[in-house]
């Protein structure tokens, strides 16, 4: 996926296209945050997004034709970057919810996602039934099948076009997501920055109450009586958090319920958890409803998250993620995952990131961190496979699942870059991202840090060898 944005926020604009590993870098206060919440926002948010647009599309169709019958191939071919567009300018009203902020800030906000990938439609299957509530009785069914670029849709009971809501069109819109769109938009999780407090308070935030009552006390009590429901949705809609917050918050709170499942990444790759438990010095158990750490070695002493290490509670979501949701092509954002890490630390939470990728999960960063992006590079260099970096990797212990090849990352850097702006007469200086250079002998190009370690490396070499100033 590619994003394009203009005015967002921070950032004047914005070329940001995923790739297996994303990353982002910059100093504080440049914008990362906002691209990242933007993006995360977009894909979080595309079915619900792709359903307003295409059900009066799918309501026509259906009153015209004389049969549910839909023509994929003459509805999509060629146009899926035309729809992608057109969710984009709609996403854009969106915005100001995603941030929890006001619409002024967003009031400019371009923003234009496209994809090139190619659209396999005839490949693709797609059965779904329709079933009414506890009976099951089956009202409608859904069905693609391959080679054939049409959607059939059987009614079986005319009680399923009078469901409430979206009805049967719902339904549709549904499917025509997953067939055509889905390959194009992973499903989407992400580990705030905030994650480390959430641990600590996560049963005391329930986000969806607190706003409910927070609105219940503030309305008008005849307006409550004159439309309950109203006010209801309102509270639901009012956010006093950004959605990646949110979301995140929400995860948190269900750790002791996914618990017993295992994700579909967990059980093909179990290396990826016995390497986060390595992280961790030790794993996390839910032990009659309640949520511990417990630490590895003889002792094996249990903590609570509030009497864990700090560390601990920041990769919290990240090992139930690992553990119980991830699936391949899933795309896994991390908002600074260094927090309260200590260098060793950091350093094995790149080999980590560069062993799910390799599993097939696409991970997106936003990092500050020079020991995690020098670690990146060296797993980039250690990929050209020669004799010297095979004994390199032999000596230092690092596995082949570990090394990663250039061609799937993708750095950018926030910076200010000067551009002509049409009909200007002077260049103007720009806030955006600067896609960094990678080789495969010697890894990422990432000024941010250099500039500030050459820096610090001047200053000490002149204490220690300088002399008088």
């Keep these: 996926m590619h994003f394009h944005f203009e005015k967002l926020g921070l950032l004047d604009r914005v070329d940001l296209k995923l790739s297996d590993l994303t990353l982002i870098c910059g100093e504080n206060n440049t914008g990362k945050t906002y691209a990242t919440y933007a993006v995360y926002g977009f894909i979080r948010d595309w079915r619900d997004i792709l359903r307003s647009l295409i059900e009066p599309e799918i309501d026509q169709l259906l009153k015209d034709a004389s049969e549910y019958r839909i023509d994929l191939m003459q509805m999509f071919e060629d146009k899926v970057n035309d729809y992608l567009k057109r969710m984009g300018k709609h996403y854009v009203k969106r915005l100001p919810r995603a941030f929890a902020t006001d619409s002024s800030v967003f009031e400019h906000t371009v923003c234009v996602p496209s994809s090139d990938l190619h659209l396999d439609l ?23 099948s391959a080679g054939s670029a049409m959607l059939e849709v059987l009614v079986a009971d005319p009680e399923v076009l009078k469901l409430p ?7 549709i819109a549904e499917a025509i997501a997953d067939i055509v769109f889905a390959d194009h938009l992973p499903s989407v999780h992400i580990a705030s920055a905030e994650r480390t407090g959430v641990a600590i308070f996560r049963k005391e935030l329930d986000m969806a109450r607190t706003r409910m009552i927070k609105a219940l006390h503030q309305v008008d009590p005849k307006e409550f009586k004159s439309n309950p429901f109203k006010t209801v949705i309102k509270a639901a809609m009012d956010a006093d958090y950004a959605w990646p917050v949110e979301d995140n918050v929400e995860f948190i709170r269900q750790l002791e319920d996914i618990d017993k499942r295992t994700g579909k990444l967990a059980e093909d790759n179990p290396e990826l958890l016995q390497s986060f438990d390595a992280i961790i010095g030790g794993s996390y158990k839910v032990v009659k409803n309640q949520l511990f750490f417990q630490a590895k070695g003889a002792a094996k002493q249990r903590f609570t998250m509030n009497e864990a290490s700090s560390s601990i509670r920041a990769l919290l979501d990240v090992g139930f993620y690992l553990r119980c949701k991830a699936e391949p092509g899933d795309l896994f954002i991390l908002d600074e995952p260094e927090l309260n890490l200590h260098p060793k630390n950091q350093r094995a939470f790149a080999r980590l990131v560069a ?17 995690l992006v020098k670690e990146i590079n060296t797993l980039i260099m250690l990929n050209q496979q020669t004799a010297h970096t095979r004994a390199v990797q032999n000596q230092h212990g690092y596995a082949d699942n570990e090394l990663i090849n250039p061609n799937r990352v993708r750095l950018y850097i ?10 200007a ?3 103007s200086k720009i806030r955006t991202l600067r896609l960094a250079n990678i080789h495969a ?7 941010t840090f250099d500039d500030t370690i050459e820096t610090m490396n001047t200053i000490q070499s002149e204490i220690l060898y300088g002399g008088e100033l």
């Design 122 to 144: 005839l490949s693709k299957t797609y059965q779904h039934s329709v079933q009414s509530g506890p009976s099951g009785k089956v009202l409608a069914t859904l069905n693609k």
């Design 165 to 171: 809501f979206g009805g049967l069109t719902e339904f």
């Design 355 to 371: 062993k799910m990728v390799n599993a097939g999960i696409k991970v997106f960063i936003t990092t500050h961190s020079d020991y």
């Design 414 to 423: 926030t910076a200010l870059e000067s551009v002509k702006l049409s009909g």
């Design 425 to 427: 007469a002077r260049s």
């Design 441 to 447: 002998d010697r890894g990422i190009e990432v000024e």
